[in-house]
């Protein structure tokens, strides 16, 4: 829930910086990072954080940012 609600701010954010190309990558960055640390303290409440599920967050979120800042907002 946490997430679906951090994803609807982002989008919001994206639509009101819209054009504003270092604010928009700000936001996306910002939206990344708290991807990995939400993924990494579930992880954390239940017991099984393991090395190898940090870098799949963190991987992940660089495909995120990649995918959106390099092809989706050129």
Same mark, same amino acid.
């Given at each position: 829930?946490? &997430? $679906?609600?951090? =994803? %609807?701010?982002?989008? @919001? =954010?994206?639509?009101?910086?819209? =054009?504003?190309?270092? $604010?928009?990558?700000?936001? &996306?960055? !910002?939206?990344? *990072?708290? #991807? $990995? %640390?939400? =993924?990494? #303290?579930?992880?954390?409440?239940?017991? *099984?954080?393991?090395?190898? %599920?940090? @870098?799949? #967050?963190?991987?992940?979120?660089? !495909?995120?940012?990649?995918? &959106?800042?390099? %092809?989706?907002?050129?």
């Amino acid at each position: 829930l946490l &997430l $679906i609600t951090a =994803g %609807i701010f982002f989008l @919001i =954010g994206i639509n009101i910086f819209k =054009g504003e190309r270092f $604010i928009e990558f700000v936001v &996306l960055l !910002t939206f990344a *990072s708290f #991807y $990995i %640390i939400c =993924g990494t #303290y579930h992880h954390i409440r239940h017991h *099984s954080l393991r090395l190898k %599920i940090v @870098i799949e #967050y963190i991987l992940i979120a660089f !495909t995120l940012v990649f995918l &959106l800042k390099f %092809i989706i907002f050129p």
